[in-house]
């Protein structure tokens, strides 16, 4: 019997004293599995037959699940996939950080399907010339061929199905020789969108078939090529270079406009950003003084200055600076907003971001997957912060750099999931924290829980995108 599901897609069971991962199995399910790798604490098992049936399971609605490693849970229901990222956040507060926090049900999506705005594809070549397009297998880099992809925006999807008639024409050697990946990114409120095609060195060649992928993409705004990657496993290059068009496109949140890249840091699902904010709008019934560490291309800052906040950014890249920069004068707060070029970590002991800290309210942060290194959590505990709010990615860092703000003298205040990335085992999470000591808790007036919308069969208004041979 399986008892657990991992974030991997992994169901949890015991054969004989010992643990095995079941890829494909889930929580409640009795199954027959073939054992094909024993380790010293664990085996694991390849799912032959399942005996009794989770009543939380679903049919998968892509044809490559199980094998793409882009989605982890398409096999169980949504409700179900939403209660079990609220049960992760929880463990992981347990475990981790050593509190028992009361987390807020999941805040889902009506439909979990069309959201991502940015998606990866590999291209690789094979013997005869012939390209395959995809993404890569599962814990593997063998390349897995699609021919759509039900997770990315509709406009994406359909640019799936172009370049994957691209790859099978004749002149797919002179628009995909040596291109390693294709970054496409795409706006849910305008539709335009932008793309990076990645090589190993500048590739003229591309120069010359730019005007035949435009054509076979629709509303494409700017076509870029991405080159000299720092490592084999990078999907970008260091440099960059606009072959057509602009390197930027536009989306709109909730009224806010963002203008950014393929290579820029920005949430892959817009409509959830929306929902978060709005659940943090019901925080700030007041303009407050916000500092965002990891600021990106500014997404929260500007949202706070949007609300009234007076804002001080900090990012390490340059680039994503002068992306957030020009986001706060397209939405005409650059004068309640400042931002720094700086490593978090390094930065917080800078006499201007030290100054800022001290004046804040509020210290925003939304860090990569890694969380925060414990000398910036330190800095921010003897700076006195009286609110922390932080944004994640991954709960098991979050719950780690939450128990080290605990320890220091913070108290756990809201726990939200949100459901960043339907259909995987990833979720997003906004945790409050305030200071013991301190008068100015500022999250009472968020709602410490939300129901999520219900779940939908119903497929959304799409826009037609027809399949093109580049001949």
């Not at 657990?4 to 897609?9: K, Q």
């Not at 959201?115 to 010339?129: A, D, F, H, I, T």
């Not at 997770?151 to 995909?176: E, F, H, T, W």
């Not at 700017?222 to 606009?242: C, D, H, I, L, W």
Request: net charge neutral; proline share 6%; charged share 20%.
């Amino acid at each position: 019997m399986l008892t657990d599901l991992l974030a991997n897609g992994q169901g949890v069971g015991r054969a004989g004293g010992m643990v095995v991962f079941v890829s494909g199995g889930l929580p409640q399910e009795r199954v027959r599995v073939r054992v094909s790798s024993v380790k010293a604490n664990y085996a694991v098992g390849d799912l032959l037959e399942i005996l009794v049936r989770s009543p939380d399971r679903a049919e998968p609605f892509c044809a490559v699940f199980g094998i793409c490693g882009g989605c982890q849970v398409q096999h169980l229901a949504y409700p179900a996939q939403l209660r079990w990222k609220r049960n992760m956040v929880a463990s992981a507060f347990r475990r981790i950080a050593g509190v028992e926090a009361e987390v807020a049900e999941t805040i889902g999506m009506p439909f979990p399907r069309h959201y991502r705005n940015k998606m990866s594809l590999v291209v690789q070549e094979r013997p005869g010339g012939r390209f395959d397009v995809g993404f890569y297998q599962a814990r593997s880099h063998e390349v897995v061929p699609i021919e759509s992809c039900p997770i990315v925006l509709p406009q994406l999807d359909g640019y799936v199905r172009n370049l994957v008639s691209i790859a099978r024409s004749p002149a797919a050697g002179s628009i995909l020789r040596g291109v390693r990946h294709v970054v496409a990114r795409a706006g849910r409120a305008l539709g335009h969108a932008v793309v990076s095609l990645t090589t190993e060195r500048p590739a003229e060649h591309l120069d010359r078939a730019v005007a035949r992928l435009v054509a076979a993409l629709p509303d494409l705004v700017g076509v870029q090529n991405s080159f000299e990657p720092a490592s084999q496993n990078a999907v970008m290059g260091r440099k960059q270079r606009t072959i057509w068009g602009q390197a930027e496109m536009e989306e709109a949140i909730d009224g806010i406009r963002f203008r950014v890249s393929a290579a820029s840091f920005f949430q892959v699902n817009s409509e959830m950003v929306g929902q978060i904010f709005r659940f943090i709008a019901a925080g700030l019934t007041k303009p407050r003084r916000v500092v965002d560490l990891y600021c990106g291309a500014g997404t929260f800052s500007i949202f706070f200055a949007r609300l009234g906040c007076t804002v001080f950014g900090v990012e390490e890249s340059s680039h994503a600076i002068e992306e957030a920069c020009a986001n706060a004068l397209l939405n005409g707060v650059e004068a309640t907003t400042e931002f720094a070029v700086g490593r978090v970590e390094d930065a917080l002991h800078e006499p201007r971001i030290g100054l800022a800290l001290r004046g804040a309210q509020i210290v925003f942060m939304d860090p990569p997957r890694k969380g925060v290194e414990p000398a910036a959590l330190a800095a921010l505990a003897a700076a006195r912060v009286p609110n922390i709010w932080y944004l994640s990615c991954n709960p098991a860092t979050l719950a780690r750099d939450v128990g080290q703000l605990h320890a220091a003298g913070y108290e756990v205040g809201i726990v939200q999931p949100f459901d960043m990335f339907p259909q995987t085992g990833h979720v997003e999470v906004l945790c409050t924290l305030w200071r013991k000591d301190s008068a100015a808790k500022v999250d009472e007036e968020m709602r410490l829980t939300a129901s999520p919308p219900e779940a939908s069969s119903a497929e959304p208004e799409e826009k037609e995108y027809p399949d093109f041979v580049i001949r």
